[in-house]
């Protein structure tokens, strides 16, 4: 899908053959921010955007581009520290500017990418939806009645309704997949500790992962490929793909049948895998980040608990009264977990299933004042992005309903092997070759 | 996938009001008792008496 109006690669092919430039890129960009501003996905709009694009001209018009991206606009989300702006984390409170990038903030600057703003989020990154009412809840451009899906809603939205080519988000439990999917993106969380998240603001000890949302996997890729500072197989196929049957169990009958369908397309009959492990993941990653967030931000609450949302407040103090015993119970069936996703990667190449159990669930006009707290359309929701955010193992989200239709966005997820970001990529590949993008009806881009 | 059960959503007033009782110890345990429940936290198993990964069909 390279000729997709705002996409990375199709922006890296323009420059390339001198038909645009970064700094009309960023120009435009800037206008589609403006015309969009009521959707709250842009928190902070970063000054140093105009400079950078400007150098980066000059090394596109001496034949020297730093790599694919430089002088691509890209935004990330606001629990990524970028210097001399708050890393908010989605509250009111967190002002302080910080004096250094992120790792992978760094890794995006040196490959040239002109990070121009930084994303609404949900609060601390504590929930799958996306509701903010701090700031607002970023508008999810398929309806605008539906939540946009989270944590990482502004970068979401931002990228969906032509803001941003592409964007950065973090992913604790689905927030990259979770709002790529519901606003017709693919979002992918690559093998724990593939892209470093030193100075991102953590939500948990070790679920806590970064990636890319963008209109494309190969746009994907090229993100992942300067933040984790490796060079993606282009020529893999995916021979043994399977059916995780459990992670159909309680979906959408649309959800299911679109999945079924778009792998049946893609891969062919698959044979199904049962994932009794699994399967309890919704439990286990209540109990993992109720007890983490709780402990890690434990002087945020003492300080701050009168400025947080009522749904933030209330998830760190009961996470806080959590019990070893449920913490020890939660981490052996989290070992479990991993032993049985990597015992079915030995066995096929591809594990397939819903990347959210439902359609985006409807936003409740009082949510959107206060927020909301409701564990049983969350765990609906993201019971299936859950599990890899437990085992480490990569995951992505590709969109999976047929072109031309007006459908809701249905995604399909696909892990690999620990360590196996290609092949998740390749398959990937293989669906979108089928399915591919579809623009939304709310549009701010060119 | 075991979810946890339905229940009503919590927000507007009743949010707020949530949110300020979880914030006194033996009310938020209190609460956390029913959330504990509804999430299936007790049910939990060890792994070890769950059934392996299974193949259910070929193509």
Redesign the interface.
Same mark, same amino acid.
């Given at each position: 899908m390279s000729g997709w109006p705002l996409g990375v690669a199709a922006l890296a092919q323009a420059f390339r053959a001198g038909k645009d430039d970064p700094v009309r890129a960023l120009a435009r960009a800037r206008a589609a921010a403006e015309k969009g501003k009521g959707d709250h996905a842009i928190l902070w709009k970063v000054e140093e955007a105009e400079r950078e694009a400007e150098a980066s001209r000059a090394r596109h018009a001496d034949g020297a581009p730093l790599s694919p991206l430089d002088g691509v606009p890209l935004v990330v989300k606001d629990c990524i520290d970028v210097a001399g702006y708050p890393t908010t984390n989605g509250t009111r409170f967190l002002m302080a500017k910080v004096a250094k990038d992120a790792a992978l903030v760094a890794r995006l600057r040196a490959a040239g990418a002109v990070i121009f703003a930084k994303t609404n989020m949900h609060e601390f990154g504590c929930q799958p939806t996306g509701v903010n009412p701090h700031y607002g809840t970023p508008v999810n451009p398929w309806d605008p009645d539906r939540i946009p899906g989270g944590s990482s809603a502004g970068s979401a939205v931002s990228v969906a309704s032509g803001i941003a080519p592409a964007a950065i988000g973090t992913d604790a439990g689905g927030s990259v997949r979770m709002p790529a999917t519901l606003c017709g993106l693919v979002g992918f969380k690559p093998t724990f500790g593939a892209v470093p998240t030193d100075g991102c603001a953590a939500l948990t000890r070790d679920l806590d992962h970064a990636g890319p949302l963008a209109w494309t996997v190969e746009d994907a890729t090229l993100l992942f490929e300067a933040m984790a500072e490796v060079k993606v197989d282009r020529g893999l196929r995916p021979a043994r793909v399977a059916l995780l #049957? +459990?992670?159909l169990?309680?979906a959408d009958p649309a959800v299911v049948e679109t999945v079924r369908a778009a792998a049946r397309d893609a891969f062919?009959?698959?044979?199904?895998? %049962?994932?009794?492990?699994c399967?309890?993941?919704?439990?286990?990653e209540?109990?993992v980040v109720g007890s983490d967030a709780s402990a890690l931000m434990a002087d945020l609450l003492r300080d701050h608990?009168g400025e947080?949302g009522? +749904?933030a !407040?209330?998830i760190l103090? /009961?996470g $806080?009264? /959590?019990k070893a015993a449920?913490r020890a119970?939660?981490d @052996?069936?989290r070992?479990?977990m991993r %032993?049985?996703l990597d015992?079915?990667c030995e066995r096929y190449d591809l594990l397939i299933g819903p990347a959210a159990?439902t359609l985006a669930p409807p936003l409740?006009p #009082?949510?959107r !004042?206060? $927020?909301? /707290? +409701?564990?049983?359309?969350m765990? %609906?929701l993201a @019971?299936?992005t859950f599990p890899t955010n437990l085992t480490g193992h990569p995951s992505i989200s590709v969109p999976c309903v047929p072109a031309g239709s007006a459908a809701q966005p249905v995604g399909l997820q696909l892990i690999a092997a620990r360590g196996a970001d290609a092949m998740a990529l390749a398959g990937a590949r293989a669906v979108e070759a089928l399915r591919g993008p579809r623009r939304p009806p709310r549009w701010w881009g060119p | 996938m075991h979810l946890p059960v339905p229940a009503p959503p919590i927000r507007g007033p009743l949010l707020w009001l949530v949110s300020r009782l979880t914030s006194v110890g033996f009310l938020r345990d209190l609460v956390l008792l029913k959330v504990r429940a509804d999430a299936g936290i007790p049910k939990m198993p060890f792994p070890d008496a769950l059934p392996a990964a299974r193949v259910e069909g070929k193509p």
């Open positions: #049957t +459990d992670f169990e309680g062919g009959a698959l044979p199904e895998e %049962r994932t009794p492990c399967a309890w993941a919704a439990a286990v209540f109990v608990a947080m009522g +749904d !407040r209330t103090q /009961l $806080g009264g /959590l449920d119970k939660a @052996a069936l070992a479990g %032993r049985e015992a079915l159990g409740h #009082t949510a !004042r206060t $927020g909301e /707290l +409701d564990t049983h359309t765990a %609906r @019971a299936v | -």
